[in-house]
């Protein structure tokens, strides 16, 4: 089974009708990567892709995709706008385990008054309130990981595989699709403190998320520790690496 793949398959071609996409380099090691786990009737390969591209206004769009059997599917899917827009992230995590399905959809804001709100997750609020009767609330999640999450955080945990594959991706389409209407009507940021307020305010989600991110365990797990630690900073949040080049060309 590949739960997610549709997913992929829907938007890598949207992205490349919407948009002046070009490739983003990859790092060696980091395109495909596999590993056996369990063993005897439970063994299972654990196979890792990553896809990645870039545009005018969007630094890195970015994709993991792991697959390693019914009970084991994520897709992480991120964009990162480039430094002189002050446009939100686009977060995909699409994570089904043994436990069951987690789903977080959102445009992660890089500021929380009420323009940016208004500018910025008002025009979601339709989309987020036509789901939230099918996809309820999913529930606790970390305290500390709020401030980086907007009104229309779609959070949910389904019982059902069939309402990931039905409901939840029509989901994932519509915000895809809403975000790159604010991408497209996104104009450059100019002025010089508030190019300084996207930078920190950039950087002190990546910086989080790279200290967080919820697959450290698992990845370490199937590909060890060294590897695990590039990919994360390497490639899934790789903006610390990137700092110089993209300021040049802010
Ligand atoms: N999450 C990532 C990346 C992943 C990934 C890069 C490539 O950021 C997968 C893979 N997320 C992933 C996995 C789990 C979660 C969970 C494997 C399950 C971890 C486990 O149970 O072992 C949203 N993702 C989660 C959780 C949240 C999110 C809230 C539950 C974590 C918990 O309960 O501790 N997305 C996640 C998040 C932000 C975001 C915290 C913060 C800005 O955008």
Redesign the pocket.
Known sequence: MTLYQPFLDYAIPLLKARLDLAAYPIPAGFERKEALTGKGKKEQLVVTTSHAFKSSKLRQIRA?H?EGGDALQ?L?FVIFPQLNYDLPFF?A?L?T?PGGH?I?L?M?PLFHDAAYQKQYSEPILPIFNNYQKELPWGGD??DE?KP??SPAFLWTRPKETETVQTTVFEAFKDYLQAYLDLVEQAQPVTDSQRLGEILEAQRR?ID??AA????R??FTRFYGEEWTEEYIHGF?FDLERHIPEVQQSV
């Open positions: 993991a792991v994520v992480n977060g995590d994570v385990l987690l977080a959102d992660q999640f970390p990981a980086f999450f989600y989080y998320r967080k991110d919820p697959a365990g698992m899934l």
